[in-house]
Each structure stands twice: as structure tokens, then as C-alpha cells.
């Protein structure tokens, strides 16, 4: 299922420069600790991305953007902008950053299966993942940049998806200690229902890449909506799993 995605995609992402393929910027919401880099690391880093290869950042060919909240914690919410590789039909793994400029810090990673694959998943298992339905049909997941007859075709594989998604860096709150990537990994969800996420946050988004969530909304009410696995979204049956932090770091302090 999921190399068709790039087959239909890949040609056009081609030509699109994944950070700003529409001229907008998503910049970092925190700074960083030490000194600004000196002549001689950047002229290392100018030799490096010369000579050395770098096979597995050129496979991420596909730009995603949309909202997660802490496992337990849904006002915990935050923008997530994934940089994609198509694995095989059935895997795509994404490395998500808090903007789409240089400086954006790594938050995490996101696995994304389909409905096939996590069918096959221990219960234990299925309880870390959420479902990708609401995240396509109300428009909150985008793919900036790609003709919208593209990312009309991605969303329509993606409704039938599922993800698994850890933040390693917690730049949700903006205070200072978050210039760092302090604490554990914690578990991140998606969406499941119209008045969970922040619209103030969407109308943000929306004003910064020019686009409207409600238009895209109504584009996709074509889009056949697959019956969200049971086991799925865990959190709204109370079944809520997060890994204790013991440095007291993260957002659950």
C-alpha cells in the first residue's frame, strides 16, 4: 500500500525542497546551550555534507505536518512536523522536529503501519499506537507544498494507518531548562474528536502556511473513513501508558 504513496508522490517531491516548499517557515520554539559554532566547525560541516554520503536523510522524501499531545496529558499539546521515508507497503518512519527551518531541534520519531500490520500487534502492543482518521478527515494533518489532488491521494492511504510516537526533546513549554533535551523519551498521541486540539494553534498553523483547515476538511469528506481499530487510541478507554520520568524533566511534573 505504502510505496504506492511515494509512486504518486515522489516524482513531484522531487522538484520541492522538503523545508520550504511554499516559501513558510516554521521556526523553533526554544534556543540552545553553548557558544555559536566557530570558522573551523563550520568549515568541518561544509567538507562533511560535501564528501560524505548521506543515504537515509536523502529517503526522507515526504513532509508532513500536524499536532500531538503527551499520552495523559492532551492539554500537553504541540505542533510536529515529520520528515518521512517510505520503508516497504506496509512501514513509514518519520524524524519530527519542531519547525521546518535549520535550527529546528529533533523532538522525536513516529512510526507509521497500516491497518494490516497493526491488526497482527500483541494487545500490549496496540495500546501505544493511535489511530490517523481524525487526524486526515478534519483536515489537522497536512502535507505542505504538493498539489492538492497529491496530498488528497496521501491522506486517503494515511486515514487507513495507524502511529507510534516518542518525543525525546520537550520543546512544547518554552522555558528555559527545554534548550536541552532533558528527561526521558515520553509517548505522544493523536487527536481523535473535534474540540480536543487547541484551534488557535490550527488557525496559527493555517496563517503561517496559507492554507485552511475547514476547506480541507470538506475536500476530504470523499475520503471513506475505516473503523478505528478497538485496541487502538488506548488513552480514551483509561488505559493510559507514559514512562515515568525520575529526573522530573519532562512535561508531567
Known amino acids: 500500500m505504502?510505496?504506492?504513496i511515494g509512486l504518486i508522490l515522489l516524482p513531484m517531491l522531487a522538484t520541492?525542497?522538503?523545508?520550504?516548499?511554499?516559501?513558510?517557515?516554521?521556526?523553533s520554539n526554544v534556543g540552545i546551550e553553548g557558544a555559536p559554532t566557530k570558522a573551523d566547525t563550520r568549515l568541518l560541516e561544509a567538507g562533511a555534507a560535501t564528501l560524505q554520503s548521506q543515504p537515509p536523510v536523502a529517503a526522507l522524501n515526504a513532509y508532513l505536518d500536524g499536532f500531538h499531545f503527551y499520552n495523559g496529558r492532551p492539554?500537553?499539546?504541540?505542533?510536529?512536523h515529520h520528515y518521512?521515508?517510505?520503508?516497504?507497503?506496509?512501514l513509514i518512519?518519520?524524524?519530527i522536529y519542531d519547525g521546518n527551518v535549520k535550527e529546528a531541534k529533533l523532538m522525536g520519531v513516529e512510526y507509521i503501519i497500516s491497518e494490516q500490520l497493526f491488526n497482527t500487534l500483541p494487545e500490549d502492543e496496540k495500546a501505544l499506537?493511535?489511530?490517523?482518521?481524525?487526524?486526515?478527515?478534519?483536515?489537522q494533518l497536512i502535507a505542505p507544498g504538493i498539489p492538492e489532488a497529491a496530498e488528497h491521494a496521501l491522506m486517503?492511504?494515511?486515514?487507513?494507518?495507524?502511529?507510534?510516537?516518542?518525543?525525546?526533546?520537550?520543546?512544547?513549554?518554552?522555558?528555559?531548562?527545554?534548550?536541552?533535551?532533558?528527561?526521558?523519551?515520553?509517548?505522544?498521541?493523536?487527536?481523535?474528536?473535534?474540540?480536543q486540539l487547541d484551534p488557535r494553534m490550527v488557525d496559527e498553523r493555517d496563517q503561517r502556511f496559507g492554507i485552511d483547515s475547514m476547506k480541507k476538511r470538506q475536500n476530504r469528506a470523499d475520503i471513506e473513513p475505516p473503523q478505528v481499530a478497538p485496541d487502538a487510541d488506548a488513552w480514551q478507554k483509561g488505559k493510559v501508558f507514559q514512562i515515568e520520568d525520575p529526573t522530573g524533566a519532562h512535561v508531567h511534573h
Open 2 to 4: 505504502l510505496t504506492r
Open 156 to 195: 486517503r492511504k494515511l486515514v487507513r494507518t495507524y502511529g507510534k510516537t516518542w518525543h525525546t526533546w520537550h520543546t512544547w513549554h518554552t522555558d528555559q531548562k527545554n534548550s536541552l533535551p532533558l528527561g526521558v523519551p515520553q509517548l505522544m498521541m493523536g487527536f481523535t474528536a473535534d474540540g
Open 93 to 95: 518512519q518519520c524524524v
Open 84 to 90: 518521512c521515508s517510505i520503508l516497504s507497503e506496509e
Open 16 to 27: 520541492l525542497p522538503l523545508s520550504g516548499c511554499i516559501g513558510t517557515e516554521s521556526h
Open 129 to 139: 499506537w493511535h489511530s490517523h482518521v481524525h487526524e486526515v478527515k478534519s483536515g
Open 75 to 80: 492539554e500537553a499539546q504541540m505542533e510536529a
